[in-house]
T-cell receptor, first 111, second 114 residues
């Protein structure tokens, strides 16, 4: 299925540290998206990286994509307590409307 | 824009009762999705609509579940009769079916069936 697998399942860091989450997938893709879910809320789209891009930045977020290894990473720099959430990667093809989600990485940032 | 609006925010009902969850997508979005999230199974896609037409309902767990989208600004997910194992958070999401546009989620309905 076109679903990402996030690693680690859980991550606990101190405020100010960097957090790195990894994603692997199995199918060919046009793009890969990252979403965040705060406790008790819906998912929020963070960033999209296209298959012809290797790296993309947005504020404190840095995403990489290696299509030869079918993997992606999400780096959050200088983490804050407010970054505490679950993070999901979603590989996608433009022609496929529905997105399916894995189990995510639960990030805990200790103040 | 108010975002995707779901109601109710919480629903507690007894087994056997009918439950109706409601969703108002973002104006201009022509694809709508219903997901269910539990600790055990994570986030599951139940059904999605494109231009108000159901495209894929293979994720609907049983005939007790049904979904409708009578117009572009409203959708319902109905469970009849409800069972305790239906307890979950149900999310509605919408997107413009164009290019790489992202999904926009509502804040969900937490359903508890006792």
């Amino acid at each position: 299925s076109q679903q990402g697998e996030e690693d680690p399942q859980a991550l606990s860091i101190q405020e100010g540290e960097n957090a790195t989450m990894n994603c692997s997938y199995k199918t060919s893709i046009n793009n890969l998206q990252w979403y965040r879910q705060n406790s008790g809320r819906g998912l929020v789209h963070l960033i999209l990286i296209r298959s012809n891009e290797r790296e993309k930045h947005s504020g404190r977020l840095r995403v990489t994509l290696d299509t030869s290894k079918k993997s992606s990473s999400l780096l959050i720099t200088a983490s804050r307590a407010a970054d505490t959430a679950s993070y999901f990667c979603v590989p996608s093809n433009t022609g496929r409307r529905a997105l399916t989600f894995g189990s995510g990485t639960r990030l805990q940032v200790q103040p | 824009d108010a975002g995707v609006i779901q109601s109710p925010r919480h629903e507690v009902t007894e087994m056997g009762q009918e439950v109706t969850l409601r969703c108002k997508p973002i104006s201009g979005h022509n694809s709508l999705f219903w997901y269910r999230q539990t600790m055990m199974r994570g986030l599951e896609l139940l059904i999605y609509f494109n231009n108000n037409v159901p495209i894929d309902d293979s994720g609907m767990p049983e005939d007790r579940f049904s979904a409708k989208m009578p117009n572009a600004s409203f959708s319902t997910l109905k469970i009849q009769p409800s069972e305790p194992r239906d307890s979950a958070v149900y999310f509605c999401a919408s997107r413009q079916d164009r290019g790489n546009s992202p999904l926009h989620f509502g804040n969900g309905t937490r359903l508890t069936v006792t």
